[in-house]
């Protein structure tokens, strides 16, 4: 190797060696991953505390008392499904109705940043309603005891918009089948329930309503069914019986369930009040009534139930004919709105609302009722107490009150017509009888 070929091979050598030494040095100058994963986790700890001071937020503006707000016990929004938060804090509310309205509502209340919405089947309201009707499903001591002993709770999953039974068993199908049995034959609507196991993480299992299931006739005693729009009967004295239409079910302050239908100033507290085949036969004790009101806004009266057999006649919301249950809120329809209606007289028709602030000419020299619903659904005498329902969807319908009256055109032979129908409002009914909706 000569004298040149020497000093290249050494500058070479040099120049790898310099340029290690700057990579070395240079390395530790670039972000560390773990600065990167700080700053978002930063982040999302903001979001999420965001998403919690905006749910926080909307259950106080919904709470009944501000000062003590509740996450069950609320003045929910009919279309509100509930709210969770997700994997990227963000907060998802779930809603029945998502349009530009919806989302307004909700501007109206919170920053929407971060926040998303998703389309769900049923309200927070309806699964309240859910959970409550397998909590007494469950305390009938109505299932086995092995499939009782098992379930160990119930809940509400937001996410899935379902309600949970919870079961200490392996064999969620086994529990599926049992609850089944017992659970379709007071509810024949196909609600979100997932059975899920405590003591392995499995896929829950889903209940489904058996195509067996009879939806016109839940339970019945004696192939009687005390359900909206059908037919009770008033003793109201001596031989005198009063045909009337069941309006929906409710309890009183003390959580005792009954019904509710017209007072018309005739039926009065404590005359008995029978279930009935056609309304015009005491077929089988149902209750007695306990409060009767029949002035100002309101004409209506409560049923108590017979509280000795309280499963014999269980609460129903399903209104045959129509094919839609009830949901557990009211609502006050505005003029032109679309209500149906169910009496035992003229079964099912809907109509429109022609007038919100009807004072029709009173009953008597005594009765005088006052801001009721005109519309020009027909209805019949024996229709009076049926229930009027509006709004919602072809399978839920929120309750509107009950058939307080009617007006029937006149022919000079005598033979009248039934031409329009009108209604006491619900939210006066339950305030002045002191009731809250089943």
Request: aromatic share 10%.
């Given at each position: 190797?000569?004298?040149?070929?020497k000093?290249?091979?050494i500058?070479?050598?040099?120049s790898?060696?310099?340029?290690?030494?700057?990579?070395?040095y240079a390395?530790?100058?670039?972000?560390?991953?773990?600065?990167?994963?700080?700053?978002?986790?930063?982040e999302?700890?903001?979001?999420a505390?965001?998403?919690?001071?905006?749910?926080?937020?909307?259950l106080?503006?919904?709470?009944?008392?501000?000062?003590?707000?509740?996450?069950?016990?609320?003045n929910?929004?009919?279309?509100?499904?509930?709210?969770?938060?997700?994997d990227?804090?963000?907060?998802?509310?779930?809603?029945?109705?998502?349009?530009?309205?919806?989302?307004?509502?909700?501007?109206?209340?919170?920053?929407?940043?971060?926040?998303?919405?998703?389309?769900?089947?049923?309200?927070?309201?309806?699964?309240?309603y859910v959970?409550?009707?397998?909590?007494?499903?469950?305390?009938s001591n109505?299932?086995?005891?092995?499939?009782?002993a098992?379930i160990?709770?119930?809940?509400?999953?937001?996410?899935?918009?379902?309600?949970?039974?919870?079961?200490?068993?392996?064999?969620?199908?086994?529990?599926?089948n049992?609850?089944?049995r017992?659970?379709?034959?007071?509810n024949?609507?196909?609600?979100?329930?997932?059975?899920?196991s405590?003591w392995?993480?499995?896929?829950?299992?889903?209940?489904?309503?058996?195509e067996?299931?009879n939806?016109?006739?839940?339970?019945n005693?004696?192939?009687?069914?005390v359900?909206?729009?059908?037919?009770?009967?008033?003793?109201?004295?001596?031989?005198?019986i009063?045909?009337?239409?069941?309006?929906f079910?409710?309890k009183?302050?003390?959580?005792?369930?009954?019904?509710?239908?017209?007072?018309?100033?005739?039926?009065?507290?404590g005359q008995?009040?029978?279930?009935?085949k056609?309304?015009?036969?005491?077929?089988?004790?149902?209750g007695?009534?306990?409060?009767?009101?029949?002035?100002?806004?309101?004409?209506?009266?409560?049923?108590?139930?017979?509280?000795?057999?309280?499963?014999?006649?269980?609460?129903?919301?399903?209104?045959?004919?129509?094919?839609?249950?009830?949901?557990?809120?009211?609502?006050l329809?505005a003029?032109g709105?679309?209500?149906?209606?169910?009496?035992?007289?003229?079964?099912v028709?809907?109509?429109?609302?022609?007038d919100i602030?009807?004072n029709?000419?009173?009953?008597?020299?005594?009765?005088?009722?006052?801001?009721?619903?005109?519309?020009?659904?027909?209805?019949?005498?024996?229709?009076?107490?049926?229930i009027v329902?509006g709004?919602?969807?072809?399978?839920?319908?929120y309750v509107?009150?009950?058939?307080?009256?009617?007006?029937w055109?006149?022919t000079?032979?005598?033979?009248?017509?039934?031409?329009?129908?009108?209604?006491?409002?619900?939210?006066?009914?339950?305030?002045?009888l002191?009731?809250?909706?089943?």
């Open positions: 190797m000569n004298k040149a070929q000093i290249i091979s500058c070479l050598a040099i790898l060696i310099v340029s290690c030494a700057v990579f070395s390395a530790p100058t670039q972000p560390a991953p773990v600065q990167k994963s700080t700053i978002a986790e930063e999302l700890q903001r979001i505390e965001l998403s919690s001071d905006k749910y926080n937020h909307l106080q503006v919904w709470s009944k008392d501000p000062n003590y707000p509740s996450d069950t016990d609320a929910f929004p009919d279309f509100y499904g509930g709210a969770y938060v997700d990227n804090k963000e907060l998802v509310i779930l809603v029945t109705i998502l349009n530009d309205e919806t989302i307004d509502y909700f501007g109206n209340l919170i920053d929407l940043e971060h926040v998303r919405f998703s389309l769900a089947d049923n309200s927070f309201q309806e699964l309240l959970q409550e009707t397998i909590e007494n499903c469950l305390d109505s299932l086995d005891e092995n499939s009782s098992l160990t709770g119930t809940g509400i999953s937001i996410k899935e918009n379902a309600v949970i039974v919870y079961a200490a068993t392996e064999d969620l199908d086994n529990i599926c049992s609850f089944t017992v659970y379709s034959a007071r024949s609507q196909p609600y979100n329930i997932r059975f899920r405590l392995m993480n499995t896929d829950p299992v889903r209940y489904t309503v058996p067996q299931n939806e016109t006739f839940p339970y005693v004696s192939g009687i069914l359900q909206p729009g059908g037919p009770v009967c008033v003793h109201v004295s001596g031989n005198k009063l045909p009337t239409s069941v309006g079910w409710a009183n302050s003390s959580g005792e369930l009954g019904i509710v239908t017209a007072a018309h100033g005739e039926i009065q507290s008995s009040v029978y279930a009935s056609t309304g015009y036969y005491r077929d089988e004790y149902f007695y009534i306990s409060n009767a009101i029949c002035r100002d806004e309101v004409d209506a009266a409560f049923v108590k139930r017979n509280t000795s057999d309280p499963e014999r006649f269980p609460p129903v919301r399903y209104v045959d004919g129509w094919d839609f249950n009830l949901k557990s809120t009211t609502r329809m003029e709105e679309e209500i149906y209606k169910k009496g035992i007289e003229t079964g028709t809907r109509g429109k609302v022609t602030n009807f029709p000419n009173s009953y008597d020299s005594t009765i005088k009722l006052t801001s009721a619903v005109l519309t020009d659904c027909v209805a019949d005498v024996s229709d009076s107490g049926g329902a709004g919602g969807t072809t399978s839920s319908r509107v009150g009950i058939v307080a009256g009617g007006m055109y006149g000079p032979s005598g033979q009248t017509t039934p031409v329009q129908m009108y209604y006491s409002k619900a939210p006066s009914i339950l305030s002045a002191k009731l809250t909706l089943y």
